[in-house]
């Protein structure tokens, strides 16, 4: 069984910054895949970014710029570095990797949420 949990969410005021933290615990091997999304009241749920297994980062156009997707190997630990935020970037963010755990095939796994609110 693998665990995620997430931390670093917050209130913020416009232009602030703040880096959410996922921590993987549990019997695996190694995180492959990793990405963040995020949803806001009454909205679907988006992709904000992403990290195909090193391939590179890729980023939702409206946070391009202000967001960072990386990761901590060593700690299993994903990070999403957040600034100059905007009150539009309120909303729940998750995360979600790959991982190929000790028993069973490789699969998504999923962050509890964290909120996120941005506002004066």
Known sequence: QVQLVESGGGLVQP???????CAASGKFFSIYA???YRQAPGKQRELVATE????????????KGRF???????KNT???????????DTAV??????????????RDY??????????S
């Open 110 to 119: 999923w962050g509890q949420g964290i909120q996120v609110t941005v506002s």
């Open 15 to 21: 232009g602030g910054s703040l880096r959410l933290s």
């Open 93 to 106: 963010y998750y995360c979600n990797i790959n991982v190929q755990p000790v028993v069973g095939p490789r």
């Open 78 to 88: 994903v990070y999403l570095q957040v600034n100059n935020l905007k009150p539009e």
């Open 52 to 63: 195909p297994s090193g391939r590179g980062t890729n980023y939702a156009d409206s946070v």
């Open 68 to 74: 960072t997707i990386s990761r901590d190997n060593a």
């Open 34 to 36: 990793m990405a963040w």
